[in-house]
Nanobody, 114 residues
Framework: QVQLVESGGGLVQPGGSLRLSCAASRIIWSIYVMGWYRQTPGKQREMVATFRSDGEINYADSVKGRFTISRDRTRTRVYLQMNDLKPEDTAVYYC????????WGQGTQVAVSS
C-alpha cells in the first residue's frame, strides 16, 4: 500500500516563505504524477503544482513565479517551496500521487496572515 506523509505547514506573515515536503512510502507505477493540491472550506480542491515522472512540471497560474516544486534523487519525495505568500494562499495543502489511482496525504495547514 502506498502512503504519503506531508510536513512543513504553518502560520506565516504575508510575503513570507514556507517549504512543504511529501514522502511516498513507495511508488509502484512507472508513469505517474506527484504533486500538491490545496483546498479551502466550501471550495473544490485545486491543483497547485505537479511533477510528472518524465520530468514535466505544471503550476497553477496563481502560483507561477512564487512557488517551486522539486523532487529528490529517489523521486519518492517532492517539495514545494512557497515564496511571497499571500493571504489567498491560505488552505490545507495535500500531497497527491496519481498512477492508475489517486493516493492522498493527510493534508497540512498553511495560514498566511498578519
Amino acid at each position: 500500500q502506498v502512503q504519503l506523509v506531508e510536513s512543513g505547514g504553518g502560520l506565516v506573515q504575508p510575503g513570507g516563505s514556507l517549504r512543504l515536503s511529501c514522502a511516498a512510502s513507495r511508488i509502484i507505477w512507472s508513469i505517474y504524477v506527484m504533486g500538491w493540491y490545496r483546498q479551502t472550506p466550501g471550495k473544490q480542491r485545486e491543483m497547485v503544482a505537479t511533477f510528472r515522472s518524465d520530468g514535466e512540471i505544471n503550476y497553477a497560474d496563481s502560483v507561477k513565479g512564487r512557488f517551486t516544486i522539486s523532487r529528490d534523487r529517489t523521486r519518492t519525495r517532492v517539495y514545494l517551496q512557497m515564496n511571497d505568500l499571500k493571504p489567498e494562499d491560505t488552505a490545507v495543502y495535500y500531497c497527491n500521487l496519481r498512477g492508475d489511482r489517486d493516493v492522498w496525504g493527510q493534508g497540512t495547514q498553511v495560514a498566511v496572515s498578519s
